[in-house]
Structure formats: structure tokens, C-alpha cells
């Protein structure tokens, strides 16, 4: 698997992006790997991201590639770190782009938010490819998620 090619950056989310992180949020293998698999309606995420887009404890950041979106990466930030969620474009898959948004958003923290000391996610068991990344990016895999034993979580001290 080679790196992507062209330019590669990660943008604030806007409002603009409701509808593309919609369809994203609700594509079949997207919501399968999801915490929360059920499908998601208009009406819910768009409260949602209304939301989350004007919190100050969320950061959330689209993957492009030239001018072509790809992905995306949100940040939830609690105490002293950040709690991450990602997915990629169904077309982009198992072309490193997961990793890239992971290595991108460390950047994105040192720069935007130093004072963080953490990153945590929560990946599903039957998920290798998700938990592949978050090794790859230098995660530890610290066990099952205390709440749900279907979950693994994984974390990296930055």
C-alpha cells in the first residue's frame, strides 16, 4: 500500500460539510464499525453537527485530497486529552488515508491545542483495520473499553 498522491491536507469542517459527513456517517460498513450502528436521520445530525461544530471542545477536520474530500477526523476533547473518531471515503479505502488523518490530526493538536496530553479511541473487536491503524500510529491497545467489552481502546500519550 503506497501513500497517496497530490496534495494532502486536513481543513476545518463548515457548515457547508453537513451533507457530504451525512453520507459518510451513514454508509452501511461506516455505521457496522460505528459505536452507534444504527442509522442516523437528517433531523438527528443535523442538531448534531450544528452542535459539535460550534463547541469549543470539538474539533472536527476533513481529509483532502487536492480538492477532493476523503475523509474525516473529529476530536472530542475531555480533561487533558482528545477522544477520536474517523471514517474514509467508501472510494479511498486501503490507500492510507486512515493513517494519514490519524498522523494529520497529531499535527493539528501540537499546533492548535498543546495542552493536551492524550488520545484515546474506541475501535470494535471485529474491526481489524481500524485497530492495524491506531497500532501503526503508535497507540497502545489498553484492553476492553470499561463500559463495553465489544470495544478495544487504544491510546497514545502526545
Sequence with gaps: MGEPVGEIYLRDAKLQDMELLFHWMNEPSVR???VNSR???WEEHNSWYQSK???KDCDIYILMQD???VGQIRLDIREDGGWISFSVDINYRGQGFGGLLLRLLEEKVQEN???LQWLRAVVKKDNPVSQK???E???NQMGE???NSELLLYCKNI
Design 32 to 34: 457496522r464499525n460505528s
Design 39 to 41: 442509522e442516523i436521520s
Design 53 to 55: 461544530l460550534e463547541s
Design 67 to 69: 480538492d477532493t474530500p
Design 113 to 115: 491545542r498543546p495542552e
Design 133 to 135: 491503524r491506531f497500532i
Design 137 to 139: 500510529q503508535g497507540y
Design 145 to 147: 473499553d470499561v463500559e
